[in-house]
């Protein structure tokens, strides 16, 4: 993809990178509308380049930043550090560090979650919301997003998986990490007969099976996503 530039901004305490392409600045009427396209998991901006390079073309300017955790931004090592505060925060920064002032927000996946925290944290900052996936699940009072998740899903579900330090690390490298990795970001075709995650997940599942474990579901992800921060393919 030519033309998009890469750039790490200091936010929150901590650098995030963004990937951005168009002209825009963030005051004034007459300036260029900006876009932030905030992506789900495992995803990048990789995600986002058809978008970015359509929308750009249009007159906008899109920016489309690696969370924290993920990509070429940095990733604490207390789990505490990754709350919706913590996230919305740096894409806040983001936005201060690129003379933002309002923007179209976009959010897929756990992308969508992180923008409607966005827009509930500070709407002084949004124009506008498109959200793909993840409808607003307004806050519990006693159950955990977890909860709900593990009694409709079972335990084999990948988000109570990762609950557990060291698991999911133990069962991509008993399917072969490198091969894992390559089925579920590497795979160009838009359409495949097989999900690259699901074809992944039967690897996974056997080897907890080996182990005594239960099969109980699948994770699916888009076939879309990609881990290389780069858009340049």
Request: proline share 5%; hydrophobic share 35%; aromatic share 10%.
């Amino acid at each position: 993809m030519g033309g998009v530039e890469h750039r790490k901004v200091k936010a929150n305490g901590i650098n995030i990178h963004v990937a951005e392409k168009g002209e825009g600045e963030g005051n004034g009427e007459a300036s260029n509308p900006i876009i932030l396209f905030i992506h789900g998991f495992a995803e990048s901006p990789f995600s986002w380049r058809h978008q970015i390079q359509a929308l750009a073309s249009l007159g906008y300017r899109a920016l489309a930043p690696d969370l924290r955790g993920y990509g070429d931004s940095d990733a604490p090592s207390d789990v505490g550090s990754y709350t919706c505060f913590h996230v919305v925060g740096d894409l806040i920064g983001v936005l201060d560090a690129m003379g933002a002032d309002q923007v179209f927000v976009v959010g897929h996946d756990w992308g969508a979650i992180v923008a409607w925290y966005f827009c509930l944290f500070r709407p002084d900052r949004v124009k506008a919301l498109v959200n793909m996936s993840v409808a607003y699940y307004p806050r519990h009072p006693i159950y955990k997003p977890l909860h709900p998740c593990c009694r409709l899903y079972g335990d084999d579900f990948y988000i109570c998986t990762f609950q557990e330090a060291g698991e999911m690390e133990r069962e991509m490298a008993e399917a072969r990490t490198a091969k894992a990795l390559k089925l579920i970001f590497g795979n160009r075709d838009v359409c495949p007969k097989e999900n690259p995650s699901m074809m992944y997940l039967q690897m996974a599942l056997q080897s907890r099976r080996r182990r005594g474990c239960r099969r109980k579901n699948f994770i699916t992800t888009s076939p879309n996503s990609k881990r290389e921060a780069s858009l340049e393919d």
